[in-house]
């Protein structure tokens, strides 16, 4: 698995330069605010940090042509980032701790020191970011994000193979104690070329369905509402043009503040995980939207058994009862059933709901699951449906 040196896209770089420092080891600037980044930079672990130009005034600063080593990452390299210009605007230092109503930067680049992996950004941009450091040596950073969007990023991953993005956007909102409960991420146009996929089965089966290109997007979006004690998915959804997307929608309770303060805090694995269990199910949504990839695998399918697209679709409707009776559910096999069909047949849609009357605990889920998973999607009050 490739490893990049992400540290400082995106979100990451504004973590680290508005990181605000108590102490500048490198010349002072003239700037507060550029001196506050600097030092933000220095705490974040990056050395060599030099700068070709610095103006503004009490509230704003320009940096130009700045360039640092960062910190070894897990694989134990340092990068080496340049910026061509780094703007703040209204923005303020006071106690170690930087604000700015708006950030701009042009022309990021980061690269693995002896190694092709790194990025590239032509842009990003901004809103109510903050950070602060209460310790030089050992920092520990309190950073907000209001938002930011970066445009123009490539990746490229150990062989030099790069991967385009046009844009990623990060949001987040309801912020208590520098904490936000609500956030959103989404990566829009990211084009990997099928020919230079290190996997040979991976390749061969996309090239065969036709995809030269795949052109991906992602979102993710969710929140925690401490009084109603509940995390909520919005959405996790992967598309690809020409193929389909996939989606998830999940509603958690039993999320406290107490049960937030101590997932959070370093402790035992176990006791996690008997935390987790603790939480409830109230809501599950999966569902599948095809645009052309369940059109083509049938095809590839029916050409391989020497037969039509429609005669394969029968013979896979006609095995479903048998082959679902596995599940030891009856009711929810002709469900299946029916829906499977009817999306075969059409292949429009295709969604998994699990909408339960009252919240079940996870624990109950893992004990039935073991103990009787025929009785699963009865518990979980499962519906599937096709082309809705």
Known sequence: MPRLPLRLAGPSLAVLILAGAPALAADPTGNAIADAVIAGMESGGATNISWGGVSGDADTATITDLKATTAPGENGKTSTLTIG??????????????????????????????????????????????????????PDLDTTLGEMTATGVVITVDDGTSIPIETV???????????????????????????????????????????????????????????????????????????????????????????????????????????????????LEISFENQSVVNRLIDAQAKDAGTTPEALV???????????????????????????????????????????????????????AMMAPQSLPTVLNVTVDANQ
């Open 85 to 138: 210009s780094l703007t703040l605007d209204e923005a303020s230092v006071a106690d170690g701790r930087i604000e700015a109503g708006a950030v701009a930067a042009t022309a990021i680049a980061i690269k693995e020191d002896g190694g092709s992996a790194g990025v590239t950004i032509a842009q990003i941009t901004g809103a109510g970011v903050a950070g602060s450091v209460e310790d030089a040596v050992s």
């Open 169 to 283: 956007e990060v949001k987040t909102g309801d912020v208590v104690d520098g904490t936000p409960r609500e956030m959103s991420f989404a990566a829009d146009n990211i084009v990997i070329d099928v020919a230079k996929l290190p996997d040979e089965d991976t390749k061969a089966q996309l090239t065969r369905l036709g995809y030269d290109t795949l052109k991906l997007s992602l979102v993710l979006a969710g929140g925690w509402d401490a009084d109603e004690e509940s995390l909520t998915v919005e959405e996790i959804t992967i598309s690809g043009d020409a193929m389909g997307s996939l989606s998830l929608y999940a509603s958690l309770g039993g999320l406290t503040e107490e049960v937030m303060a101590q997932l959070k805090a370093d402790g035992n694995d176990d006791q996690k995980m008997q935390l987790l269990q603790g939480l409830t199910v109230e809501e």
């Open 314 to 368: 029968d013979q896979l409707t006609q095995a479903l009862p048998q082959m679902l009776q596995m599940i030891g559910n009856p009711d929810f096999e002709g469900k299946v059933a029916a829906a499977a069909t009817a999306f075969l047949k059409a292949p429009q849609n295709l969604t998994i709901t699990a909408a339960p009357a009252q919240p079940v605990p996870i624990a109950q889920l893992v004990g039935t």
